[in-house]
T-cell receptor, first 113, second 114 residues
Framework: GESVGLHLPTLSVQEGDNSIINCAYSNSASDYFIWYKQESGKGPQFIIDIRSNMDKRQGQRVTVLLNKTVKHLSLQIAATQPGDSAVYFCAEKSTGTASKLTFGTGTRLQVTL | DGGITQSPKYLFRKEGQNVTLSCEQNLNHDAMYWYRQDPGQGLRLIYYSQIVNDFQKGDIAEGYSVSREKKESFPLTVTSAQKNPTAFYLC?????????????FGNGTRLTVT
């Protein structure tokens, strides 16, 4: 498969535990945030998004938390499964900045049995 | 199935040759994008198009060219002027280019230039 990020920070969790992946952003004008999951050899897959008028949003087994004060975003995965092993990217965008999503460098999640 | 198709998955070229990467979408999205991904780095925007017959440079457009003659198609040409063309190229689309809608990605083309 593709070597997506040979030197990425890595989070190792046991199957069944909860995972928390963090992302810091720098642009205080950013008001839309997305989390993507990328498996080896594939393109990024949309997981969940959140707008800046919210501080929490839940999906199926995932929760995104947004702290605008410290410009921090996190993705929580409940009951982590082997299929969750992948590289996770956060992305941010500012209203009025057409088409300009800015991506973080990614975090590799490894799920151990 | 609706989605984005990139072809080929792997592409090999000799230095000095131009090469065109294909991207087709059947999601009826107005906006399309090309990103480049290198190990240890996030995705970097090469070009984007919000509507047919219009496109704009992204952050790293030098050495690349695009066209948007049809809504469904947004091919990327990697020219011999691109100094480090070996990379993983990702095409994406979104409903529009202006609102806050997520990008949907294809599965990429790995280009190796020797």
């Amino acid at each position: 498969g593709e070597s997506v990020g040979l030197h990425l920070p890595t989070l190792s969790v046991q199957e069944g535990d909860n995972s928390i992946i963090n992302c810091a952003y720098s642009n205080s004008a950013s008001d839309y945030f997305i989390w993507y999951k990328q498996e080896s050899g594939k393109g990024p897959q949309f997981i969940i998004d959140i707008r800046s008028n919210m501080d929490k949003r839940q999906g199926q087994r995932v929760t995104v938390l947004l702290n605008k004060t410290v410009k921090h975003l996190s993705l929580q995965i409940a009951a982590t499964q082997p299929g969750d092993s992948a590289v996770y990217f956060c992305a941010e965008k500012s209203t009025g900045t057409a088409s300009k999503l800015t991506f973080g460098t990614g975090t590799r999640l490894q799920v151990t049995l | 199935d609706g989605g984005i198709t990139q072809s080929p998955k792997y592409l090999f070229r000799k230095e000095g040759q131009n090469v065109t990467l294909s991207c087709e979408q059947n999601l009826n999205h107005d906006a399309m994008y090309w990103y480049r991904q290198d190990p240890g780095q996030g995705l970097r925007l090469i070009y984007y198009s919000q509507i047919v017959n219009d496109f704009q440079k992204g952050d790293i457009a030098e050495g690349y060219s695009v066209s948007r003659e049809k809504k469904e198609s947004f091919p990327l040409t990697v020219t011999s002027a691109q100094k480090n063309p070996t990379a993983f190229y990702l095409c994406a689309s979104s409903r529009t280019g202006m609102d806050n809608s997520p990008l949907h990605f294809g599965n990429g083309t790995r280009l190796t230039v020797t």
